[in-house]
């Protein structure tokens, strides 16, 4: 066996988001999230986050939980409708004491705060005025920054502006399997900038509303490999590259949109005013990477934008997402190598296998240990490469609400019994444990 040690200061926690796992729908305004659950057959079996896990009430015992894994970090997001009902308008203090007070547990068990202000539940109303294909949704965005920073700035020094961009735009305005729904191309390039120009523009509000925070962004990143070394399949990984990846990291990182997919976009290009992209790269302290698999891609001129992508061999999560560690340490050392962020954090990991709770409330998911072994190792072999990776934030701390897929596929290191809301820690959750308790990983 051998024992791969992390930096002393590393950050081990779990993540998790406020529609999927909150509930206490009572309590907050309606979100695009509880309108798409309504639409028949965008949701597995019409599921909806209305009491998800319930974790608005059980919190306590959840921050509980995440102590005796030893986590000392807690990446979890607010919910813009919990904090303003309609999106803009009056404040809604129930909503800013529940996380002021999940903040004070949090930090009274010894975990760290790491706080995500957008991730994924626009409220209905803003989107009965556009979205965010209005411009004006940017500027309600850092209205509602300022408010939240402004209470939890004291005591959280590590904020997210927004999870997921390139989700938000493509898969909710492209693809249309996500909230809003929509399928229209220059409608999602439109959204998307608008997402990075909301970024850019709360960035400084947040420093000031919370002196000495760090302050960074989570793009979900995919390394793409071509099937072959011909010239096609080169260009094909790159177009793919341009589409899943730099379409985001340039704006935020070099000020510029990349200039091939710019130009493959033709005239859906978004709308972009002379100043946006100086604000979208404003600097940032610590860039998160969400990292679930790989694109291996071919070309292929039937294909959306002349590539195909494959399906190789290998094993496969119940996503239907292939397992390949290896594409973890290549994405974080090219993203170093190519964009050199201060500092990164793996913001989710994880992956949804079938789990079964037995009659002595176990659930021996090997799989899913077998999982996170081989990506933390991944992540250990890009620091011994010179990344600058300061934490990992296993998706997701408990079974929740898995979007479209509703209550269909469990992340989770916690099983929940979905009936009884009983937590029940797996047997990954136990290995995160001795991970996070060690600093280290033990290799067979």
Same mark, same amino acid.
């Given at each position: 066996m051998s024992r791969l040690r992390f930096p002393a200061d590393f950050?081990?926690?779990?993540?998790t988001a406020s529609f999927q796992i909150e509930? =206490? @729908?009572?309590?907050?305004g309606q979100c695009i999230w509880d309108?798409?659950?309504?639409?028949? =057959?965008? @949701?597995f079996e019409g599921d %909806?986050?209305?009491v998800a896990v319930d974790h608005y009430h059980l919190y306590g015992a959840d921050v509980a939980l995440m102590a005796r894994l030893g986590f000392r970090a807690y990446r979890f997001s607010v919910s813009w409708p919990r904090i303003l009902k309609e999106g803009i308008g009056e404040v809604n203090d129930v909503g800013l004491d529940y996380y002021s007070r999940l903040v004070d547990e949090l930090l009274e068990a010894g975990i760290e705060p790491y706080a995500t202000l957008y991730h994924w539940d626009l409220s209905t109303a803003l989107q009965r005025v556009g979205g965010w294909a209005s411009r004006d949704t940017a500027s309600r965005f850092v209205e509602y920054a300022r408010i939240v &920073?402004? +209470?939890l700035g004291d005591r959280v020094h590590h904020w997210i502006t927004h999870n997921e961009p390139w989700v938000v735009a493509m898969v909710g305005n492209l693809y249309g399997t996500h909230a809003p729904g929509w399928e229209d191309p220059g409608l999602a390039l439109q959204v998307g900038h608008h997402l990075l120009l909301s970024h850019g523009l709360a960035v400084p509000v947040i420093r000031q509303a919370s002196p000495g925070s760090q302050v960074g962004i989570t793009l979900n990143l995919y390394p793409t490999y071509p099937a072959t070394t011909s010239a096609e399949d080169l260009d094909a990984a790159r177009i793919q590259d341009g589409f899943s990846n730099r379409w985001f990291l340039d704006p935020v990182f070099k000020g510029h949109y990349p200039e091939d997919i710019w130009a493959l976009a033709g005239a859906q290009v978004p709308r972009v005013e002379q100043a946006d992209l100086s604000i979208i790269s404003r600097p940032i302290d610590f860039l998160g990477i969400n990292y679930y698999s790989r694109h291996l891609v071919a070309s292929d001129p039937s294909g959306p934008m002349g590539v195909q992508t494959l399906h190789p061999e290998g094993e496969y999560t119940q996503m239907d997402w292939e397992v390949y560690p290896q594409g973890l340490t290549d994405i974080l050392t090219r993203v170093y190598a190519d964009y050199s962020p201060r500092a990164i954090y793996v913001t989710e990991n994880g992956c949804a296998y079938e789990d079964v709770l037995t009659s002595d409330g176990q659930v021996h998911d090997a799989k899913r240990t077998a999982y996170l072994r081989a990506h933390f190792a991944a992540a250990h072999k890009a620091i011994a490469q010179g990344v600058p990776l300061r934490g990992y934030f296993v998706w997701s701390l408990m079974d929740n609400f898995e979007w479209a897929?509703?209550?269909?596929? +469990?992340? =989770?290191?916690?099983? @929940?019994?979905f009936q009884s809301l009983r937590r029940y820690p797996k047997d990954s959750a136990?290995?995160? !444990?001795?991970? &996070? !308790?060690? %600093? &280290? @990983?033990v290799l067979d």
């Amino acid at each position: 066996m051998s024992r791969l040690r992390f930096p002393a200061d590393f950050a081990w926690g779990s993540a998790t988001a406020s529609f999927q796992i909150e509930g =206490g @729908v009572e309590e907050r305004g309606q979100c695009i999230w509880d309108d798409f659950c309504r639409w028949p =057959g965008k @949701v597995f079996e019409g599921d %909806n986050g209305d009491v998800a896990v319930d974790h608005y009430h059980l919190y306590g015992a959840d921050v509980a939980l995440m102590a005796r894994l030893g986590f000392r970090a807690y990446r979890f997001s607010v919910s813009w409708p919990r904090i303003l009902k309609e999106g803009i308008g009056e404040v809604n203090d129930v909503g800013l004491d529940y996380y002021s007070r999940l903040v004070d547990e949090l930090l009274e068990a010894g975990i760290e705060p790491y706080a995500t202000l957008y991730h994924w539940d626009l409220s209905t109303a803003l989107q009965r005025v556009g979205g965010w294909a209005s411009r004006d949704t940017a500027s309600r965005f850092v209205e509602y920054a300022r408010i939240v &920073a402004d +209470r939890l700035g004291d005591r959280v020094h590590h904020w997210i502006t927004h999870n997921e961009p390139w989700v938000v735009a493509m898969v909710g305005n492209l693809y249309g399997t996500h909230a809003p729904g929509w399928e229209d191309p220059g409608l999602a390039l439109q959204v998307g900038h608008h997402l990075l120009l909301s970024h850019g523009l709360a960035v400084p509000v947040i420093r000031q509303a919370s002196p000495g925070s760090q302050v960074g962004i989570t793009l979900n990143l995919y390394p793409t490999y071509p099937a072959t070394t011909s010239a096609e399949d080169l260009d094909a990984a790159r177009i793919q590259d341009g589409f899943s990846n730099r379409w985001f990291l340039d704006p935020v990182f070099k000020g510029h949109y990349p200039e091939d997919i710019w130009a493959l976009a033709g005239a859906q290009v978004p709308r972009v005013e002379q100043a946006d992209l100086s604000i979208i790269s404003r600097p940032i302290d610590f860039l998160g990477i969400n990292y679930y698999s790989r694109h291996l891609v071919a070309s292929d001129p039937s294909g959306p934008m002349g590539v195909q992508t494959l399906h190789p061999e290998g094993e496969y999560t119940q996503m239907d997402w292939e397992v390949y560690p290896q594409g973890l340490t290549d994405i974080l050392t090219r993203v170093y190598a190519d964009y050199s962020p201060r500092a990164i954090y793996v913001t989710e990991n994880g992956c949804a296998y079938e789990d079964v709770l037995t009659s002595d409330g176990q659930v021996h998911d090997a799989k899913r240990t077998a999982y996170l072994r081989a990506h933390f190792a991944a992540a250990h072999k890009a620091i011994a490469q010179g990344v600058p990776l300061r934490g990992y934030f296993v998706w997701s701390l408990m079974d929740n609400f898995e979007w479209a897929y509703g209550y269909s596929r +469990r992340f =989770g290191i916690v099983y @929940v019994d979905f009936q009884s809301l009983r937590r029940y820690p797996k047997d990954s959750a136990l290995f995160c !444990q001795s991970v &996070a !308790q060690e %600093n &280290a @990983v033990v290799l067979d």
